[in-house]
């Protein structure tokens, strides 16, 4: 009877329904820092792929020879002036999107480099809504360490607390701006840059995020005299589709000669849409609608890296331009290609290699955008 009893409370109370399993604890700095090719530093950003691309200074003088014999990347029409305002420019392994980078970043010549870029793990650290910031002085490179501009730390204190995120794990983990800033370096010694990385946001907060931060970078660049696209550019960095069952992506079939010349029918129709002519919100917009569902950030439509990245680098273009008087930037398609569409670049020999497979039933695309002044700027590389 008294076993009756004492069990009595545990029957009568209620029954609550189980609670959610804590989010997994974010990668530590020294956890991250474990798996770069060569760890940062306190003060100097490492590199976080040494195989897919080049850490020495022979690999990146071979690469950038290489990539510049034909086959040529498909080509929407003439090349615009050097000097753009900034450009869309892919991350993959150097073998695979070598030649498109040799297409695209020759027409920067600022010698600082706003640099937007994908930030693939923003689950694993729970960042959302705001700007990540890196804390180094300098990036490692092939040809000799990348100063951090002095615009970053201004920025910085231009905007508001909650638009960012200044933390070294984050950008260590990350791999999209690494590759794009070694090939701006091998152009231009004097190179500086700012690296950015855009977790997921509403299309609304990303419309705030890019106005606070044109409005400060503009603020910054009038204080020194400085032009967008004479002394600043901003890049952007997106690979393309991911096509195959692995990247969960397959709306045309698990792949073959048939799908992937969908697959790659759907990117030439973006990049000679939303990312072509006048930078505009309702074209950030289509091309954020078209990645992801815009209820549900997180949930891809379509599996471009820059899914992030490109709309906030648009409105980000956009929002900068106006802040300094000029017209609307004109974004003109330049470059496209796949993970199978050219020889791969003979790398091993230099000790490198690929991160991926390429073949018909995995690839990946890479586009290439330039965005010029618009029409009555009198800034260089007006179409």
């Not at 959302?128 to 990036?139: E, G, I, Q, S, T």
């Not at 204190?157 to 999209?176: K, R």
């Not at 802040?323 to 020999?349: K, R």
């Amino acid at each position: 009877m008294r076993m009756r009893w004492l069990l009595l409370p545990a029957l009568l109370a209620p029954v609550l329904p189980a609670q959610p399993a804590p989010p997994p604890a974010a990668p530590t700095l020294a956890e991250v820092r474990k798996t770069m090719g060569i760890p940062s530093t306190a003060t100097v950003r490492g590199q976080k792929d040494i195989v897919g691309f080049a850490s020495r200074a022979d690999q990146m003088a071979k690469v950038w020879d290489w990539s510049a014999q034909p086959p040529l990347p498909e080509s929407f029409g003439p090349l615009p002036a050097h000097g753009v305002l900034g450009v869309i420019c892919p991350h993959d392994d150097d073998l695979y999107a070598g030649r498109v980078y040799r297409r695209v970043v020759p027409l920067v010549t600022a010698h600082t480099v706003v640099l937007v870029g994908v930030f693939h793990g923003y689950r694993r650290f729970g960042a959302r809504n705001a700007l990540v910031f890196d804390p180094y002085r300098a990036w490692h490179a092939p040809d000799g360490d990348i100063p951090v501009s002095g615009l970053r730390d201004e920025l910085l204190a231009q905007l508001p607390a909650s638009d960012v995120i200044q933390d070294a794990a984050m950008q260590d983990s990350e791999h999209s701006v690494e590759a794009i800033a070694y090939w701006l370096k091998h152009q231009d010694p004097a190179l500086k840059i700012v690296s950015i990385l855009v977790p997921a946001a509403s299309f609304p907060r990303f419309q705030e995020l890019a106005a606070h931060l044109g409005t400060a970078l503009a603020a910054s660049m009038r204080k020194r005299g400085w032009a967008l696209g004479r002394d600043v550019a901003i890049v952007i960095s997106s690979d393309g589709i991911h096509y195959g069952a692995d990247f969960a992506y397959t709306p045309y079939g698990e792949g073959g000669v048939d799908a992937y010349v969908k697959a790659t029918a759907r990117d030439r129709a973006l990049l000679t849409g939303p990312l072509a002519g006048p930078v505009a919100p309702a074209k950030a917009e289509a091309f954020y609608d078209a990645a992801v569902d815009p209820q549900h950030p997180d949930t891809y439509r379509m599996p471009w890296c820059g899914r992030f990245s490109i709309p906030f680098g648009l409105l980000l273009l956009g929002a900068t331009a106006r802040d300094l008087s000029l017209p609307a930037p004109v974004g003109l398609p330049i470059a496209y290609g796949t993970s199978i569409s050219f020889p791969e670049l003979p790398v091993t020999p230099l000790g490198m290699g690929r991160t991926a497979p390429a073949n018909l039933y995995h690839f990946v695309s890479y586009p290439g955008v330039a965005f010029v002044a618009g029409k009555g700027s009198g800034v260089s590389g007006t179409p």
